[in-house]
T-cell receptor, first 115, second 111 residues
Framework: GENVEQHPSTLSVQEGDSAVIKCTYSDSASNYFPWYKQELGKRPQLIID?????GEKKDQRIAVTLNKTAKHFSLHITETQPEDSAVYFCAASSSAPYNNNDMRFGAGTRLTVKP | DAGVIQSPRHEVTEMGQEVTLRCKPISGHNSLFWYRQTMMRGLELLIY????????DSGMPEDRFSAKMPNASFSTLKIQPSEPRDSAVYFCASSSVDEQYFGPGTRLTVT
């Protein structure tokens, strides 16, 4: 089955700096890579995702890159703000054609943005 | 849509008691997932269903845990008997294609 590794486990940055979180996956059949943000005491919520037919995707201050050959993908947050402080999870799954949705999550990165 | 609904939100029980967690997925979603989250082990997939059928229950820790999905709008996760090490937040999530929508979670404390 799929195995997702995530680094670093904790990350502290100064407000305004950039933050990068990296993940690797093992199953070459994986074709969907979401990132979830979990604030303290809340549920994980999707912030951005990328499919295997795309190398990069951007949404305002957040971007995700995917290297299928190396089986790794990264989350980039620019101009960080204190409200970006949370735990971020990467995940990988293979959907079509079987649509099994067997999604596996990384261990999480606790991001702290210092004002 | 109200999103994924879980009940109860908090459960405190004594060791040895039976615990039943409930989940109502988003209407129209055909996949349902049960996760357990702890500080030590992170977010663990316990079991997931496609079209009410259990697909992979390899994450279920032991025979004390069981899950059912009798219809498209309801699922239960049961722990019997419960143990202190089962204390965690249990999330239910549902999806239609890829994105999973999480419920608010049930915080279980077993004393």
């Amino acid at each position: 089955g799929e195995n997702v590794e995530q680094h670093p486990s904790t990350l502290s940055v100064q407000e305004g700096d950039s933050a990068v979180i990296k993940c690797t996956y093992s199953d070459s059949a994986s074709n969907y890579f979401p990132w979830y943000k979990q604030e303290l005491g809340k549920r994980p919520q999707l912030i951005i995702d990328i499919r295997s037919n795309v190398g990069e995707k951007k949404d305002q201050r957040i971007a995700v890159t995917l290297n299928k050959t190396a089986k790794h993908f990264s989350l980039h947050i620019t101009e960080t703000q204190p409200e970006d402080s949370a735990v971020y999870f990467c995940a990988a799954s293979s959907s079509a054609p079987y649509n099994n949705n067997d999604m596996r999550f990384g261990a999480g990165t606790r991001l702290t943005v210092k004002p | 849509d109200a999103g994924v609904i879980q009940s109860p939100r908090h459960e405190v029980t004594e060791m040895g008691q039976e615990v039943t967690l409930r989940c109502k997925p988003i209407s129209g979603h055909n996949s349902l997932f049960w996760y357990r989250q702890t500080m030590m082990r992170g977010l663990e997939l316990l079991i997931y269903f496609n079209n009410n059928v259990p697909i992979d229950d390899s994450g279920m820790p032991e025979d004390r845990f069981s899950a059912k999905m009798p219809n498209a709008s309801f699922s239960t996760l049961k722990i019997q008997p419960s143990e202190p090490r089962d204390s965690a937040v249990y999330f239910c999530a549902s999806s239609s294609v890829d994105e999973q929508y999480f419920g608010p979670g049930t915080r279980l404390t077993v004393t």
